[in-house]
């Protein structure tokens, strides 16, 4: 069982800033991609930002050059700072990783965080 905790989020004018966290817990051999989806109301799950356990980053086009991944393989932990919000970023985040354990594959979602960007 791996449990990944959220935190982060809230409510913020456009134009601020947020910083998102994600916490990866349980019986883990390794961390593979780490990332940040987002679901808009009345939309579908849309990939934000990925990072691999080698550093290399991912983002989406409508995101680029504003947001920054970034992980703590110690503390098994990504993080997703956002700047230059728009309200077109409000959605719920989730958090995603790719894990080992068991010698199998798996992957695990967050129970996801609320980001709100007021005109």
């Known amino acids: 069982q791996v449990q990944l905790a959220e935190s982060g989020g809230g409510l913020v004018q456009a134009g601020g800033s947020l910083s998102l966290s994600c916490e990866a817990s349980?019986?883990?051999?390794?961390?593979?991609?780490m990332g940040w989806h987002r679901q808009a109301p009345g939309k579908q799950r849309e990939l934000v930002a990925t990072?691999?356990?080698?550093?290399?980053?991912n983002y989406s086009d409508s995101v680029k050059g504003r947001f920054t991944i970034s992980r703590d393989g110690a503390e098994n932990t990504v993080y997703l700072q956002m700047y230059s919000l728009k309200p077109d970023d409000t959605g719920v985040y989730y958090c995603?990783?790719?894990?080992?354990?068991?010698?199998?594959?798996?992957?695990?979602w967050g129970q996801g965080t609320q980001v709100t960007v007021s005109s």
């Open positions: 995603a990783v790719r894990f080992l354990a068991g010698g199998r594959w798996s992957a695990a």
């Open positions: 349980g019986s883990i051999s390794s961390l593979d991609v």
């Open positions: 990072i691999s356990n080698g550093g290399i980053t």
